[in-house]
């Protein structure tokens, strides 16, 4: 089993929609969670961190089931700039700052 | 600030061949990674640094070597290159090694070996 588990896509949506990741993790002792956001050929960037109340960033979402060791994240209003691959990430572990990556999940935002 | 950079963008070796990928960050982190990202395997960690002077090894160290020059810069090294190694190579940095500090990345080497 993955470490960090994506469905890798590709989500097709047109503009405007909502559009929900997913993410699981196998390690209970992560203690950091984040997505980063990866354009083709390009470097990851952070998006955002996930924290157990959940987080909101604009029309960004992210949800941590400690429990059920899931992640979530939530794009609503869906921009043509939105489309890259979406990295669910988390911390290995551990005291040293170890992420482990999933694959990513690809999103296309049609016009 | 220019964060993170690494040289060169891209490289072509021939199977044997050794060569250095240059890292270097300008945001004074003590820590610094170097992954390499395949199709369908995500990002994987090389090696890393957690401070200056210290290097420890990642999920996939074999066949690799690092330097911690300083502490702006951490070289990856492949001493005799394999067709395996071709991948995409990114460098990043983050303040100290705890665990909810970001990680910024460069943007990357493409290194092919034929």
Known sequence: ????????????????????FNCTYSNSASQSFF?????CRKEPKLLMSVYSSGNEDGR???QLNRASQY?????????LSDSATYLCVVNGGGATNKLIFGTGTLLAVQP | NAGVTQ????????????MTLQCAQDMNHNSMYWYRQDPGMGLRLIYY???????????VPNGYNVSRLNKREFSLRLES????QTSVYFCAS????????TQYFGPGTRLLVL
Do not use: C, H, M
């Not at chain 2, 983050?94 to 500090?101: K, M």
């Open chain 2, 7 to 18: 040289t060169p963008k891209f490289q072509v070796l021939k199977t044997g061949q050794s």
């Open chain 2, 81 to 84: 290159a394999a067709p395996s």
């Open chain 1, 35 to 39: 997505w980063y956001r990866q354009d």
């Open chain 1, 71 to 79: 992640i979530s994240l939530l794009i609503r209003d869906s921009k």
């Open chain 2, 94 to 101: 983050s303040d100290i090694p705890r665990v909810q500090e």
């Open chain 1, 1 to 20: 089993r993955k470490e960090v588990e994506q469905d890798p896509g590709p989500f097709n949506v047109p503009e405007g929609a909502t559009v929900a």
């Open chain 1, 60 to 62: 960004f979402t992210a």
């Open chain 2, 49 to 59: 640094s957690a401070s200056e002077g210290t290097t420890d090894k990642g999920e």
